[in-house]
């Protein structure tokens, strides 16, 4: 009855994790709307120019679009205090109503399905600045030691209408990508995303002008401004030869160089466990900012002050988390989960975060084998809260747990031991970065593909870590050869197979919610469930 009572509160604690009030604009900002539904983004064309003095910005965006079905009215998303100055198509203004930070726009053309048009927003005013970036984001305005500016954008939570105009929800990348145009003084440098097309003298400024060829994700856009040096190589990959570009502060250079020698080393482990990089066609940059980092495509920005750890800091505890810099290895993990493929609601957020934290470990793996990579990600188990699930709620913008992140990598390391075949498991990530190349997915997308590549159905294994907060619970008695076992705090039909460790010896086990007994050879003297699966355990008498 104690048990029944104990799983009773967690699935409780599970429900009253989901219990939050959302409000209308929430669902403005999460949800398809059926002013979003009915187009679909095929190119940005945003022109943005900075004023450092003012801490303003303003600009355009051009929204090139595809007409799915007949509307009149279209969604667009800008926050306040950004303000939306006018909108033309045609050469004719549209006039628009808000609610809140969404914007609807009264389109005076007759929108016909399968036809591709176009309309410019134009817009400006004194962004949000980013009080804790990256994690509360907007603009970071500040200086270098030299007393140069020095600013840059970050907004994976707060979205990308913290700073410009555009269709602001996961599910709709720009197909053909963005160009990106960035004016700022004249002795600074703008670095965004994919490759440098043009640089244009103004009267004080220069214009950047940036292209991205590939579909991105759009908290993926960004803007640093900097007094950057730049130096590059080519990385001989498995799609030919890759463009590697790096710019950090001038005064950083030398430190820079040193460190930046991860970079390669990241692409070598990550294109052997997940595939290619996705974006050859745009070039990998790695870029100085003044906060912690992101993951920008193609444009993956970097303030770990260049030393290996997390801060310096090992978030394992074990030694193996200072073997490598954390934020050139895990933002840029970003590149095929959260970048290439994307969840289509934020609450499916653990895709991007759960398999980035655990490229951190097969990183490891690849330079310092296995015993190194399990030691490590068993180390960062500690930190898993199990407060709320991993998955948050649909169609509100709640993207979930942090638990996303360690119990995330935790769960995909016993999938890893569950199919007993790394060479299998190296096939299904791969298989992932193939088979959701360039897309935006679902989390039954993803659970369904490893589920059928496994030959091993984790329906309920899913359902237990991503959707609820209980650890399974293995119970069992020793009764001289006679080991007794069941699990409890499980949803119904979980049956996770364990290794055990009995007498030394690794043995498998099979246990459900039922009892069940396995009698051995020989007196059981000594028993324990292997660290690499993450499960309670709890003898009885």
């Not at 900002?29 to 943005?48: M, N, Q």
């Not at 801060?311 to 895990?330: C, M």
Request: proline share 4%.
């Amino acid at each position: 009855m104690k048990e029944k009572i104990c799983a009773a509160v967690l699935l409780l604690l599970t429900i009253s994790a989901f219990a939050q009030e959302f409000t209308r604009a929430d669902t403005l900002r999460g949800s398809i709307t059926p002013e979003r539904a009915w187009f679909d983004v095929t190119y940005y064309d945003l022109k943005v120019a900075v004023n450092p003095s003012e801490k303003t910005i303003e600009g355009s965006n051009t929204i090139s679009y595809k007409i799915l079905e007949p509307n009149e009215v279209m969604q667009i998303d800008l926050q306040a205090p950004m303000n939306i100055d006018k909108i033309i198509q045609n050469e004719k203004e549209i006039s628009f109503t808000s609610e809140g930070n969404a914007h609807f726009l009264k389109l005076q053309k007759k929108q016909h399905e399968g036809n591709e048009e176009k309309l410019t927003i134009y817009f400006s005013g004194k962004p949000i600045v980013a009080r804790r970036p990256p994690w509360d984001g907007g603009f970071t305005w500040t200086k270098d030691s030299n007393g140069k500016d020095f600013i840059a954008t970050s907004n994976e939570g707060i979205g990308s209408s913290v700073w410009w105009p555009l269709k602001d929800h996961p599910s709709d990348e720009p197909d053909n990508g963005i160009t990106i145009s960035v004016t700022a003084p004249k002795d600074l440098m703008d670095v965004s995303n994919g490759r440098l097309k043009e640089v244009i003298e103004n009267k004080n400024t220069k214009t950047w002008v940036w292209q991205v060829v590939n579909p991105i994700n759009a908290y993926g856009v960004d803007i640093n401004i900097g007094d950057y040096v730049h130096w590059s190589e080519k990385y001989k990959g498995e799609k030919g030869m890759l463009d590697m570009d790096y710019y950090v502060l001038r005064e950083n250079e030398a430190k820079a160089k040193e460190q930046f020698k991860q970079a390669p080393m990241m692409m070598e482990a990550f294109e052997h466990w997940f595939g290619p990089y996705p974006f050859y066609e745009d070039g990998y940059k790695l870029i100085e900012a003044p906060y912690l980092g992101m993951e920008h495509q193609s444009s993956v920005t970097y303030g770990n002050k260049f030393e290996n750890g997390y801060l310096g800091r090992d978030l394992s505890d074990t030694g193996w988390g200072l073997k490598f810099d954390f934020i050139i290895i895990h933002e840029s993990g970003h590149e095929w989960f959260a970048n290439s493929i994307t969840n289509k609601d934020v609450a499916d957020m653990w895709i991007h975060e759960g398999f980035t934290n655990y490229s951190e470990n097969l990183y490891l793996d690849y330079y310092f084998g296995k015993k190194a990579s399990s030691e490590y990600v068993i180390g960062t188990r500690k930190k898993i809260m199990n407060q709320s699930p991993i998955i948050g709620q649909y169609n509100v913008d709640n993207s979930g747990s942090g638990d996303m992140y360690y119990k995330g990598g935790n769960m995909l390391h016993m999938i890893r031991q569950l199919i007993e075949d790394d060479e299998k498991w190296r096939q299904i990530l791969r298989g992932l970065n193939k088979e959701f190349y360039h897309q935006t997915v679902t989390t039954k997308q993803i659970e369904d593909y490893i589920s059928e590549k496994s030959g091993i159905d984790l329906s309920e294994f899913f359902d237990q870590y991503l959707r609820t907060v209980m650890v399974p619970k293995l119970q069992y008695s020793i009764d001289g050869k006679n080991l007794k076992f069941r699990y409890v705090d499980i949803v119904k039909n979980f049956d996770m197979p364990l290794i055990a460790l009995i007498n030394g010896k690794e043995e498998w086990i099979y246990p459900t919610s039922e009892w069940k007994t396995k009698t051995l050879s020989s007196p059981i003297l000594n028993f324990q469930i292997k660290e690499d699966f993450y499960v309670n355990s709890e003898e009885k008498n």
